[in-house]
């Protein structure tokens, strides 16, 4: 499946880029977060992320489709 | 009519409290997040701010309706910097008005605090000596 | 420096809140009290504050010296105004700026709780039909 | 003695004047507003007014003397 990856704060230091489209096997979002993370060196877990897909929160086991929008968002700390 | 909003530029305080008046309205309480020359023992230098706009604007818009809804307001409205910032620059705007101030005090505080949480934007800070880092919605570095 | 100021103007928010701001201070809160179109039912048309001014400036003086000494502030000012108010008028306004919110926010409160118990002014309001009537502290008319 | 009454918002109103010059055998607060309370037709009670002597709160058994400068305040609104 396709997925257009946004990266924000350290994922987009980690990355070198604020997006990036991917071709991946994995519909679920931990799966396809492990494989982006060994592509890319990023030192966050999963555990510490927000999961957003097209423009929305959600859950985890939410299951991805193709042609979703997914971003990874770190910690927040507007304000 | 969107009450919460992202900014590349400077907030004008003064004309956003304006729109919250209203005959009816007694009491208006604001919040302004400056930023700060120091943080966590480090001397802070400039710093940036980073949003996921659309689903911002969305969580935003979500935690100013909860307020209205939690509270007797009258209106309100918040708006949060994106882009490069020096010290002393107005970083995030909150402004409540309502008929008294029980309600205005609870909800400005309620919206800054849920801002903080859970609108995604990040900020990175520069630091003097030329190291910059991300950080968590406690203002600690981030790893 | 006096920061508790009693005015027979309009006061300028703008500039007092402006006043407050210092490298150090990442958070600041602002209370405006509005004249309201009514209190306890009855239709308000416009209203007068009187003050005994040397003593109202001491109280309010003390007031801010006293949250200045429970609170981690920056800087606090308050201005109050006196005279013929209008629907919409500022009459109060108070301001705090603090390294961190949750100071600012708590001695915006007590700053604005004390000033309305304390410091010696009287509110008059006039209503629709051609009355008027001097409050108590929690707006229940004097008799 | 001789001393100056201010007077505010509802005892304005009832001395129908801001101040006046009083001399009275009073040197106890309690008593002097008593007597002015007669002489105007106050409605107010006593234990429901602060005591201002010479531009300070005082307690009902400051005692007063000669030319002091003395309010007697009624419940406050401002803010």
Redo the contacts between chains.
């Keep these: 499946m396709r997925y257009n990856i946004?990266y924000?704060?350290?994922l987009?230091?980690g990355a070198g880029r604020d997006s990036e489209e991917v071709e991946s096997v994995h519909a679920d979002a931990s799966q396809l977060y492990d494989e982006l993370r060994q592509r890319h060196g990023f030192?966050?877990r999963q555990q510490t992320l927000r999961l957003?897909v097209n423009?929305?929160?959600a859950s985890w086991d939410h299951e991805l489709a193709d042609g979703d929008e997914v971003?990874f968002?770190?910690?927040?700390?507007?304000? | 009519m969107s009450r919460f909003r992202l900014s590349d530029q400077p907030i004008d305080?003064?004309t956003l409290?304006r729109a919250l008046?209203d005959?009816?309205?007694?009491?208006?309480?604001?919040?302004?997040?400056?930023?700060?020359?120091?943080n966590a023992g480090r001397l802070v230098q400039r710093l940036d701010?980073?949003?996921?706009v659309?689903?911002?604007q969305?969580?935003g818009e979500r935690i100013l309706a909860e307020a209205r809804q939690r509270f007797a307001l009258v209106d309100t409205a918040c708006v949060?910097r994106i882009g490069a910032l020096a010290?002393?620059d107005l970083?995030?705007w909150v402004g409540v008005?309502a008929?008294h101030?029980d309600a205005?005090?609870a909800a400005?505080?309620y919206i800054?605090d849920e801002?903080?949480?859970?609108?995604?934007?990040?900020?990175?800070e520069h630091y003097a000596g030329g190291e910059s880092g991300?950080?968590?919605?406690d203002?600690t570095p981030?790893?």
Tied chains: 1, 4.
């Design positions: 946004l924000f704060a350290s987009r230091d030192t966050a957003a423009g929305a929160f971003a968002l770190p910690p927040v700390s507007g304000g | 305080a003064a409290a008046a005959a009816s309205a007694g009491a208006c309480v604001t919040f302004e997040g400056w930023v700060r020359n120091e701010y980073q949003a996921y659309p689903l911002a969305t969580e949060h010290i002393g970083a995030v008005s008929a101030r205005a005090f400005c505080r800054i801002v903080k949480q859970r609108v995604p934007i990040w900020k990175n991300w950080l968590h919605p203002n981030v790893k």
